[in-house]
């Protein structure tokens, strides 16, 4: 087991840990010096050097690493990440739901789930952490970035096991629906079955020919809008952009999609064009007590600048009273 970080949280974030390779008998080591092994194993654009000086790095006693100082096998160093100064994402959490276990939130368009890359304070975790005052908050499933909707957290560690086994046993009802073209030559309802396979460190999924199926959505077409479909997407399965390669697969690319059917150069932090793309509901019986519950996005599609934009709280709770 690791032992306790000697550095507190910053900005809802623990401190970030690496430990140095044990001692291979007969083998040398490959580095004479901690900041040696940290260069080597942090990335080219981490300041070493520079954190090193400021004394970013520290020990399990909570000693400031030196530059100089000597190598030494199965150590464990902290230190926190270099946060950017973000700009922030437009846009409320609507918290849907609050109790002992679980908090609910209906997340905006362009607002990272978890802290990743770019984007580790605008992210729903590290700014639920800080505004509800909970610093064990942690997601129970994720939505990409660019997705909008309901999304469930548990508040503290000893939940999320529970919660996340009713997850991987795919008991959660999970409702999407997105905005895509028409088709008057597309059958539906239907079924999309393939197998999507995602890259790490590639931006895109694919799919994989004859390869077993791994990912299933029932795809419906509810309404038009402007010339335009609002389709009811039931998945039932959860691989990586699913819901998107399977609409972009029949031929109807979900509208504002920077992935699919291309990949276009739009800058991160623009915030302009939100993916037409909307968790709008989730349903389960909950696994500690047994209760039905069922809650639901107080969006609605086509999503537009106003839904990147501050939501008057009152307002969002009527919104949110006339879908239940």
């Not at 276990?101 to 789930?113: A, H, I, N, W």
């Not at 077993?212 to 479909?229: C, F, M, S």
């Amino acid at each position: 087991m690791a032992p306790r970080s000697p550095l507190p949280a910053r900005h809802g974030l623990a401190a970030a840990r690496l430990c140095t390779p044990p001692r291979a008998r007969g083998v040398p080591d490959a580095w004479s010096t901690m900041g040696a092994w940290l260069r080597d194993r942090l990335p080219e654009h981490v300041d070493v050097a520079g954190m090193l000086a400021q004394g970013c790095f520290v020990d399990e006693d909570g000693r400031a690493l030196r530059d100089d100082d000597p190598y030494v096998p199965a150590r464990h160093v902290w230190f926190h990440r270099i946060v950017r100064d973000e700009p922030v994402v437009p846009g409320p959490i609507h918290v849907v739901h609050r109790d002992e276990r679980l908090v609910v939130v209906d997340k905006p368009p362009f607002l990272s789930t978890i802290p990743r890359g770019r984007h580790v304070v605008q992210s729903v975790v590290v700014r639920l952490r800080a505004e509800l005052d909970l610093p064990e908050l942690s997601p129970l499933h994720r939505l990409d970035r660019g997705t909008s909707g309901i999304l469930l957290l548990a508040t503290e560690r000893r939940w999320r096991g529970v919660y996340q086994m009713a997850f991987e046993r795919r008991v959660m009802d999970k409702t999407y629906r997105a905005l895509a073209p028409l088709r008057t030559d597309l059958e539906l309802p239907a079924v999309v079955r393939n197998h999507l396979r995602k890259v790490r460190g590639t931006p895109r999924a694919e799919v994989v020919p004859d390869a077993p199926v791994n990912a299933e959505t029932l795809v419906e077409l509810e309404r038009e809008v402007d010339g335009l479909g609002v389709y009811r997407l039931t998945p039932r399965t959860g691989r990586t952009h699913q819901l998107r390669l399977h609409l972009n697969g029949l031929g109807i690319p979900i509208v504002g999609d920077p992935l699919y059917p291309v990949l276009r150069d739009v800058d991160l932090d623009d915030f302009r064009e939100p993916m037409q793309l909307l968790a709008a509901g989730i349903a389960f019986t909950d696994p500690v007590d047994g209760q039905r519950r069922e809650f639901r996005s107080v969006r609605s599609l086509p999503l537009t600048s106003e839904d990147s934009a501050p939501l008057d709280p009152q307002a969002a709770d009527e919104r949110y009273a006339a879908t239940t």
